[in-house]
């Protein structure tokens, strides 16, 4: 498989017995930037929920190898300790635990060391200011009262603090004024530069693809991806929409 980082084979899913993704294929190599683009319910958090783990999605054909490994039947926190990131659509609240203690059992899980308080501190503080957060949320009940962007944000900072192999963001700047979606950009620019990993970005608008290189496009239509290309095909979508793509199923 040479420098593939996740190949995704003849993926079928189901949720709650209803088939969601019929067969999907995917390669996504190391340091690479994936774009996913697609209609409402067509699967696209289906496809970055099965990735992840969550038991709900039930793979009944196909298979996900990741980093050369078969990962189809592994739990969520061994794929989380691969290196596998996935930032949610609706970032869950969790009243009693920090935003800081959250990220930090996060990373140890990950790392399977014990980090220093201080020197976690440090480079929380670091993260954060990349991302214009006030130093303040670190010591708030994760989401709790945050608004939409600040949880977006929360995201991107355990992207920051985690430096997964493979970053899943799922509609993360959805909702996002110019500038919110500019320090996302920014946030995820500088997870690139500080462990050089793959993203697959699910989203609908192509501002926070400007400031990126993306390297591959491709299209979801009824749990199917129909058409990958280039960063070209963004444009044509936004200009055509998706029609053309969907009558080709019909
Ligand atoms: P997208 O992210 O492309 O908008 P989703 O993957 O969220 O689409 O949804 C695809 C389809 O799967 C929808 O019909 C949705 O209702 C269904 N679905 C996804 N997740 C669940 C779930 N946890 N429970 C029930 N239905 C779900
Ligand atoms: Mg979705």
Redesign the pocket.
Known sequence: MGKNLLTVKDLTVN??E?E?LHGVNLTIGKGETHVLL????????????TLLGNP??NVTRGEIWFHGKNITEEPVNERAKMGLFLSF?NPLEVPGVTLSSFIRSAVELKTGKRMRLFEFRKELEKAMEVLQMDPSYADRDLNVGFSGGEKKKAEILQLLMLEPSLAIL??TDSGLDVDAVRTVSAGIEAYRRKCGGSLLI?THSTKILESLMVDQTHI?VE?EIVKTGDASLVEEINRDGFGKYEKSLA
């Open positions: 949720v709650e209803k969601i697609g209609p409402n319910g067509t699967g696209k958090s289906t496809l970055g929920n709900k999605y659509q799922d509609e699910i979801m749990g």
